[in-house]
């Protein structure tokens, strides 16, 4: 076995257990993190493949901006995992027949791929990551499919936006400007007063008493 290949199956193994936690995984801040770790390793594969550009796109545009974004909606919503949980099991059918269709539909892609892997010329750094090659497919064949998920991505940056700036009842809210004008006088205020002695006291309220 080659070293390429050895390391081929090496990130793949590392990205379905990573996959796996993903949906396993209880806290949603740990999921995000092992969903960082599936991109990597996804990434790892590209450069194996020679496509450069298209690993490094995956490693800056979703682990640097779309899962940010999914850790700072993670962390505002403030997520109940007991009230998420319940009722879990409950969609279990329904979440494994369509993992399965998912699968049956890979699995049919991929043996139609191997089939008619003498039709077609292997795949080389020519034709998967060159920039060029990706430019003239984006802006000529799937212009409105590039136009689609540019709109996506605008929707999912105004909710992102609007999730920050709404209002809840169960947080405190304050102005920063108001904190920053903030004067020594309105948050504190110096009271004189006369000493009193305890003995004083008690020695008055022992002569008040019959």
């Known amino acids: ?3 390429k290949t050895a390391l081929f199956y090496v990130f793949a193994a590392i990205l379905i257990l990573a996959a796996t936690r993903v949906i396993t995984a209880p806290n949603p801040v740990h999921a995000a993190l092992f969903l960082v770790l599936s991109f990597f390793s996804a990434a790892a594969i590209w450069l194996l493949l020679e496509a450069e550009f298209l690993a490094l796109v ?3 545009v979703y682990v640097g901006a779309v899962m940010v974004l999914f850790l700072f909606v993670v962390m505002m919503l403030d997520i109940n995992i007991d009230r998420m949980r319940k009722g879990f099991w409950g969609y279990l059918p329904l979440a494994a027949t369509i993992g399965v269709v998912i699968v049956l539909e890979m699995s049919a892609v991929l043996l139609r ?3 008619a892997y003498d039709l077609h010329p292997p795949a080389t750094a020519g034709n998967i990551g060159g920039t060029k090659e990706l430019g003239m497919l984006l802006y000529t064949q799937y212009v409105y499919a590039f136009e689609i ?3 996506v991505l605008l929707v999912a940056i105004i909710a992102a936006v609007s999730l920050t700036l709404r209002k809840r009842k169960d947080t405190k809210h304050f102005d920063p400007s108001e904190a920053v ?3 020594r006088n309105d948050r504190l205020r110096i009271v004189k007063m006369d000493a ?3 003995r004083i006291v008690a020695d008055a309220k022992n002569k008040e008493a019959p």
């Open 1 to 3: 076995m080659e070293f």
């Open 196 to 198: 009193v002695s305890n």
């Open 113 to 115: 791929g191997f089939w």
């Open 181 to 183: 004008r903030v004067k």
């Open 58 to 60: 995956l490693v800056l």
């Open 149 to 151: 998920a540019a709109a």
